[in-house]
């Protein structure tokens, strides 16, 4: 079945630094990774995807690059701010199901 | 259009005790999803539906855990009798199913507390 692990655990940057997370997969079928953030006590919302045909996908000031002769993919976000520190959680199906399996969760905090 | 609903948002119980967590999913959406929450963990799939039908509950502790969902809309999770390892969060989401890949659509959650 489908693995999948998240690193770092945790991640403390300041404001303006990058931050990345990485997730790596063992399903080589898997053909669609999201990303979700969640804040504390929140639901985990969606915050950008990507698909197995593309390598990288860009929405201003996050990032997904997909490796997947490597079968890692990982979440980019520049120019971080207060408001990015949450939960990170990669996710990855099942190949032929709808049936995700997620990351273990990064906690990112972004010092002003 | 409107998100995906779960109700209650809090619930506390004691040992032994049932509980049951209601979801309604966005408008059309086919796929309906239980996840189990536990505090610093990532969300774990206990059951999926299609429609009214199940399409894996391979994680979900049916000793004591049930779930429906008779008219393909709604879905309720029971838990009967509750342990305090219950204690999490329960995740509802959605997903319209129909491509090759299923964004899914969070609720709010149900914090359960189990003393």
């Known amino acids: ?112 | 259009e409107a998100g995906v609903a779960q109700s209650p948002r809090y619930k506390i119980i004691e040992k032994r005790q049932s509980v049951a967590f209601w979801c309604n999913p966005i408008s059309g959406h086919a796929t309906l999803y239980w996840y189990q929450q536990i505090l610093g963990q990532g969300p774990k799939l206990l059951i999926q539906f299609q429609n009214n039908g199940v399409v894996d509950d391979s994680q979900l502790p049916k000793d004591r855990f049930s779930a429906e969902r008779l008219k393909g809309v709604d879905s309720t999770l029971k838990i009967q009798p509750a342990k305090l390892e219950d204690s999490a969060v329960y995740l509802c989401a959605s997903g319209d199913g129909t491509r090759s890949y299923n964004e899914q659509f969070f609720g709010p959650g149900t914090r359960l507390t189990v003393l």
Do not use: M
């Open chain 1, 1 to 112: 079945g489908e693995n999948v692990e998240q690193h770092p655990s945790t991640l403390s940057v300041q404001e303006g630094d990058s931050a990345v997370i990485k997730c790596t997969y063992s399903d080589s079928a898997s053909n669609y990774f999201p990303w979700y953030k969640q804040e504390l006590g929140k639901r985990p919302q969606l915050i950008i995807d990507i698909r197995s045909n593309v390598g990288e996908k860009k929405d201003q000031r996050i990032a997904v690059t997909l490796n997947k002769t490597a079968k890692h993919f990982s979440l980019h976000i520049t120019e971080t701010q207060p408001e990015d520190s949450a939960v990170y959680f990669c996710a990855a199906p099942l190949s032929g199901t709808y049936k995700y399996i997620f990351g273990t969760g990064t906690r990112l905090k972004v010092l002003a």
